[in-house]
T-cell receptor, first 117, second 113 residues
C-alpha cells in the first residue's frame, strides 16, 4: 500500500509554455501533499504544501503565481509551471501524507523530470 | 526555521566496511528524523527513521542514533555492499504546525567492490 504516482515522468517543453504535473495517491487518501524541486546533485527543496480544499502554502522564495498548485481531491494534486523558462528545468517530486496515518510519514512519487528548451 | 547540516558530502568505502553519515539540526522542537536513500533519477526511499523519544534504532545492517542534547543524529551502515551505493539524505520535522520535512544536502556513498 501507500503508492504515489506522478504524471508525466518526463516532459520537454518550449520556453514560455505551461506544464502541468499530476500527483496521485493510488491506494490511500492524502490530506496533505508536498511539492519538492531537486536540481542535479542537490537536495530536495520544499516548494509548497498542498492541503485538500484549501490554498497551498508556499515556501519563501517560491512564486505562487508561477507554480500553481491545486489539490482538488484527496487523491490528486497538480503543479502547473506557468511560462516555463530554462531555469525551471529540474526534477519535481511530490509526496503525500496519508489521512489518519502517522503524522510524519510521507510517501514519495517517482518524480517528473522537466526540461525547458 | 529548521536547518539541517549533513556530513560528509561524499563517502567512499570498501565493500564490507561500515559507513557513517552525520546530521545536525537547529530546532530543538524537531521530533522526527528520517533517512532516505535515493538512487539516480529515482524517488527517495525511506530506509529508517527515529523519533525524539528514542536514542537508537536498528534494522538489520542499518542503524540510526539520536543525541537530542547535542541535536545530532547519525546513520550507520554495516557490512556495506555495492548496492548500498546511492545518495543518502537526512531530514528533520518540527513538532507542531505542518508536517513538512527539512532535508540535509545529501551524502553520496560509493561502496567499492
Amino acid at each position: 500500500g501507500a503508492v504515489v504516482s506522478q504524471h508525466p515522468s518526463r516532459v520537454i517543453c518550449k520556453s514560455g509554455t505551461s506544464v502541468k504535473i499530476e500527483c496521485r495517491s493510488l491506494d490511500f487518501q492524502a490530506t496533505t501533499m508536498f511539492w519538492y524541486r531537486q536540481f542535479p546533485k542537490q537536495s530536495l527543496m520544499l516548494m509548497a504544501t498542498s492541503n485538500e480544499g484549501s490554498k497551498a502554502t508556499y515556501e519563501q522564495g517560491v512564486e505562487k503565481d508561477k507554480f500553481l498548485i491545486n489539490h482538488a481531491s484527496l487523491t490528486l494534486s497538480t503543479l502547473t509551471v506557468t511560462s516555463a523558462h530554462p531555469e525551471d528545468s529540474s526534477f519535481y517530486i511530490c509526496s503525500a501524507h496519508r489521512a489518519g496515518g502517522p503524522l510524519e510519514t510521507q510517501y514519495f512519487g517517482p518524480g517528473t523530470r522537466l526540461l525547458v528548451l | 526555521g529548521e536547518n539541517v547540516e549533513q556530513h560528509p558530502s561524499t563517502l567512499s568505502v570498501q565493500e564490507g566496511d561500515s559507513a557513517v553519515i552525520k546530521c545536525t539540526y537547529s530546532d530543538s522542537a524537531s521530533n522526527y528524523f528520517p533517512w532516505y536513500k535515493q538512487e539516480l533519477g529515482k524517488r527517495p526511499q525511506l530506509i529508517i527513521d527515529i523519533r525524539s523519544n528514542v536514542g537508537e534504532k536498528k534494522d538489520q545492517r542499518i542503524a540510526v542514533t539520536l543525541n537530542k542534547t547535542a541535536k545530532h543524529f547519525s546513520l550507520h551502515i554495516t557490512e556495506t555492499q555495492p548496492e548500498d551505493s546511492a545518495v543518502y539524505f537526512c531530514a528533520a520535522r518540527t513538532q507542531g504546525g505542518s508536517e513538512k520535512l527539512v532535508f540535509g544536502k545529501g551524502t553520496k556513498l560509493t561502496v567499492n567492490p
